[in-house]
């Protein structure tokens, strides 16, 4: 595994988190759409009460995976901050901070740091060769 390919777990482990945020969203979306047809008292409420049940209960499954999810992005987040950290130059430090653990972009990085964007394309190379996994 490349010294990228290792720093870049975070943002893929974030981008899957928030992928079932997105979801869980919708799922209580759903659950109140099958609530308000509870209230409404329909013909046959056994068929909405087991779809409210499963909805829950789907809501219930993911919010586990995102919290172990979380847990995990945590834990691979302050494996990441010491591999940073055993990096000699600030500069190549503050750099890999701002892609690997707050997933900024290049341009934001440039703007932060005060650098043409070209520029931290080049120091990001020397920052991933100084990098010791």
Partial sequence: ?????????????????NSKLEQLTGLHEL?????????????????????????????????SEIGKEMK????LKQEIMRVIESVSNADYRIL?????????????????????RRYILKMHNRALNSVKI
């Fill in 1 to 17: 595994m490349t010294a990228k390919e290792y720093l870049s777990q975070a943002f893929y482990i974030d981008s899957g988190i």
């Fill in 31 to 63: 659950a109140v759409k099958a609530t308000s047809r509870l209230s409404r008292t329909p013909v046959s409420g056994s068929k909405d009460a087991h779809q409210l049940e499963e909805v829950i209960c789907k809501i219930l499954d993911l919010e």
């Fill in 72 to 75: 995990r992005l945590l834990e």
């Fill in 96 to 116: 890999l901070e701002f892609r690997y653990l707050c997933f900024y972009s290049w341009e934001k990085i440039a703007v932060e740091m005060g650098y043409d």
